[in-house]
């Protein structure tokens, strides 16, 4: 990965390469930005720049040796940390390396649920342990094999549970000499405040808009520049979800939506029910992007009842969809149907039970969306 093929953020680029050239090389630092923002390409990037044999004043050279290798993953002195499913067999990354580096290479934006999909764990947790904190401490102790830097990219450390923040504090804190640390992960909550005062926080903020679009069409060529922008708008800056919605994954997340928000309208609990047992099967992050998109909806349906047709971006089905679902909605229980969209999601990202929060939810926006029929009754 070199600094060229990121998408957005030139400015931050311009910096990160401005302290390489100056020999201001932080011994760790953490790429914290939301899921789809391009934290882990970024590391990627710099780890390439530090490696590379013959680096330019912009990026690296992409020609050497090192940028070979690394362009594949495969430096010597390129060393991958990332989550698993931990259990008695398994206890370190290594066997999973090949998998790793074909999951970033087909898409580097990668994220927790689709590593989860591409290790067939379903609903599994990922996790990194004392053993891999181990193996940190192994591969650092070894000199570097061409001479130079060695680099230890810890991906997603938010995963890390706390013996392995703890096994590698000292080596965090004093490593080798040439040796970088870099970490790139979208949440710094469940990180050990030792582990955050020994890196430096690079702040990656989500591509704007036109970025987004930019990107969508250049790979989806087919789409119009209207479709493009539509996308970007509902996307927030998540890349992953901008090209998710281009291939056409929206329009099922639509109609899996109108359904159930219908079945709980007309209070056909069977429709309900089976719509939750489909929401269980999915993985964590599609329940989520289910409520984002549903809060996207919701504000749609917003604009529309604050009669400001030029702000809204929703187009055919989806448009029709909001203006007729407007029609059972005043302002008060659009409300209160974000509130409880919003507590969902933020239930999702706390492993509640996906059937049970759908179903309880849905019992909750049948009486809502049914609010504005007793208000006038």
């Not at 680029?13 to 914290?32: S, V, W, Y």
């Not at 080798?176 to 582990?195: C, Q, V, Y």
């Not at 109108?258 to 309900?272: F, G, H, I, T």
Request: net charge neutral; aromatic share 8%; hydrophobic share 45%.
């Amino acid at each position: 990965m070199q600094f060229n093929k990121i998408i957005g953020h030139a400015a931050l680029k311009a910096r990160l390469i401005g302290n390489l050239r100056e020999g201001r090389i932080p011994h760790a630092q953490f790429f914290l930005g939301p899921r789809g923002s391009g934290a882990l390409p970024l590391a990627l990037a710099y780890g390439a720049y530090l490696l590379c044999e013959q680096p330019g004043e912009g990026d690296g050279c992409g020609q050497c040796n090192a940028c070979k290798m690394t362009a594949k993953l495969a430096h010597p002195d390129l060393n991958l940390v990332f989550p698993i499913f931990l259990s008695k067999e398994v206890r370190t990354c290594e066997p999973f390396a090949g998998e790793w580096r074909a999951a970033v290479l087909e898409e580097p934006y990668l994220d927790d649920e689709g590593w989860r999909v591409r290790l067939k764990g379903e609903n599994k947790q990922l996790r990194m342990g004392v053993d891999i904190a181990g193996e940190v401490v192994r591969k650092l102790s070894l000199k570097a094999f061409a001479g130079g830097w060695k680099v230890m990219l810890i991906w997603l450390p938010e995963l890390m549970d706390a013996y392995m923040a703890n096994k590698i504090l000292k080596v965090l804190e004093e490593p080798e000499p040439r040796t970088a640390f870099l970490l790139a992960g979208h949440s710094n909550d469940r990180m050990l405040p030792t582990i955050l005062s020994r890196t430096q926080l690079v702040k990656v903020a989500s591509p704007d808009p036109g970025e987004v679009a930019s990107a969508v069409l250049q790979r989806f060529p087919g789409l119009s520049g209207e479709q493009a922008r539509g996308i970007a708008a509902r996307s927030e800056g998540d890349l992953l979800e901008a090209w998710a919605m281009a291939e056409g994954r929206e329009a099922e997340s639509f109609l899996f939506l109108r359904d159930w928000l219908r079945a709980c309208y007309a209070r056909k609990w069977e429709e309900a029910v089976a719509a939750a047992d489909q929401f269980a099967k999915m993985g964590r992050e599609p329940q989520k992007g289910l409520m984002a998109y549903a809060l996207y909806l919701m504000r749609q349906c917003m604009l529309h009842l604050q009669d400001l047709p030029q702000l809204i971006t929703a187009g055919g089905e989806e448009r029709a969809f909001v203006q007729k679902f407007s029609t059972v909605l005043d302002m008060a229980s659009l409300e209160a149907v974000r509130a409880e969209l919003e507590a969902a999601y933020g239930h999702l990202e706390r492993n509640a039970n996906p059937k049970v929060l759908l179903l309880d939810l849905g019992y909750s926006l049948g009486s809502l969306l049914r609010a504005k029929e007793g208000a006038t009754g």
